[in-house]
């Protein structure tokens, strides 16, 4: 059973940058990635990252601003976002991924609050 614990959120003005990270345990050789969710919205995929961190892929709004990658060595997985626009202030939420492309999460953690002001 994989554990999942986000950490790195909080409070920052657009145009700023924040480093998630989310470490896990129990499920070491598979892909993860990271999705969220906004007030009133369904909960939207942002970046998936393989095992190996050779392959990466983005949902449309973050591709150019948001950078996935992970430590092995440290059971970890970053999510660097750059550029931070108001519309990004949603829960973040790591998971396991059952499948790498279309994305499909498994097991999820508590999530970390992003909150972008403008």
């Known amino acids: 059973q994989v554990q999942l614990v986000e950490s790195g959120g909080g409070l920052v003005q657009a145009g700023g940058s924040l480093r998630l990270s989310c470490v896990y345990s129990g499920r070491t050789f598979s892909s993860y990635g990271w999705f969220r969710q906004a007030p009133g919205k369904e909960r939207e995929f942002v970046a998936g990252?393989?095992?190996?961190?050779?392959?990466?892929h983005y949902g449309d709004s973050v591709k150019g601003r948001f950078t996935i990658s992970r430590d092995n060595a440290k059971n970890t997985v970053y999510l660097q976002t750059n550029n931070l626009k108001p519309e990004d202030t949603a829960v973040y939420y790591c998971?396991?991924?059952?499948?790498?492309?279309?994305?499909?999460?498994?097991?999820w953690g508590q999530g970390t609050q992003v909150t972008v002001s403008s």
């Open positions: 990252i393989s095992y190996s961190g050779s392959s990466t």
């Open positions: 998971a396991l991924l059952s499948r790498f492309y279309p994305p499909v999460g498994n097991s």
